[in-house]
């Protein structure tokens, strides 16, 4: 209910345009909880440009930090293959 806060998220989340995807983890100590590192879209239009990933439907056994996020392989498969599946859809 902050001004600030009302200012910042005014307009939604989503450009116009562009795709987005968010990849996380149950186990992130610095977003929590995690789930809010997830988009939502109110139109269903808006939410085919939207693919929320968590990386242990990658790898169930996945233990991945935050900070370890950027480093980790099965983290960078999940990008190389959403940047596959982009360039396909073009």
Known sequence: GHE???KINEGGDLDPGVTY??????????????ETCFLTAE???????????WVENLDSE??????NMPFDH???ALVRA???RLVEER
Do not use: K, S
């Open 74 to 76: 099965r983290v960078r």
């Open 4 to 6: 600030t806060i009302e």
């Open 62 to 67: 996945a233990v991945v930090l935050h900070p």
């Open 82 to 84: 959403d940047l596959a």
């Open 21 to 34: 995807t968010n990849i996380a983890t149950h186990f992130d100590t610095v977003i929590q909880p995690p």
């Open 43 to 53: 139109d269903p239009e808006d939410a085919e440009r939207i693919r929320n990933l």
